[in-house]
């Protein structure tokens, strides 16, 4: 890495820098798309079955999976396509993680590349942790919003469209479960006191309640509520962490 006088890169190298970073990142996420199209078949069965067994269905012939579609005739490459790339991206999530820390970590000072460290090796498994969720709730998120259709119609299903709804909810309970790791972290930087995160803690829980309306995919009362509770829960959890760190601190 080339440097200027004084330890600063000049700009053009950080260009270089970046470009070599998201090549690597690239090569990663394509990696782990080629064992994301080995697994497709799995994948699918296992997002289709809030709504049907594809698996009972090819056996039985009984065609009890009529309610799920693929348009077109690119349609089943187009979405084998996009499930692989979608798997790549979960799989390496730890090597491009690396790869943008590495290439913030330079302008960092000793403390605040520790910081990143851990930050990056807690959110992983808390961002995991509510997309599983997301995705264990699916089922319930599926009967409830299927439920409004009349017994008089078919609801056809077309899978790119449902495959979008469940990256939502995955997304959307993934990332809302980074808010304690977020609120902890900034607590660590001293940037932000757990008096300063717990003392507005109604403004929290209307906050908590109103992101949980807008950006819930299904705005069911039973998703939203699933969501809603553990996020609660967890903030109060980081607001205590961050008093038990505070408290240390001034011990020190």
Partial sequence: MVTS???RMPLLEHFRELRKRVVRAAVAILVGAGFGWVLYPQVVNALAKPI???HRSRLTGLGNCGSLYIN???GP??????????????????LWLYQFWAFVAPGLHKREKKYSILFIGIASPFFFGGAYLGYRILPLAVKALLG???SSLNNLVRFDDYLNFVLRLILVFG???ELPVILVALNMAGVLSGRAILKPWR??????????AAFSPT????????LAVPLIALYFGAGAIAMLNDSRRRKR
């Fill in 5 to 7: 006088e004084g330890g």
């Fill in 52 to 54: 049907c067994d594809l």
């Fill in 72 to 74: 077109g005739v690119l």
């Fill in 77 to 94: 490459l187009n979405l084998q396509v996009t499930v692989a790339l979608i798997l790549g991206v979960i799989f390496s999530a730890p």
């Fill in 148 to 150: 409004f259709t009349p």
């Fill in 175 to 177: 990332g809302a479960f």
């Fill in 203 to 212: 403004l929290a829980i209307f906050g908590i309640a109103f992101f949980t």
């Fill in 219 to 226: 705005g069911d009362p039973v998703t939203m509520s699933l």
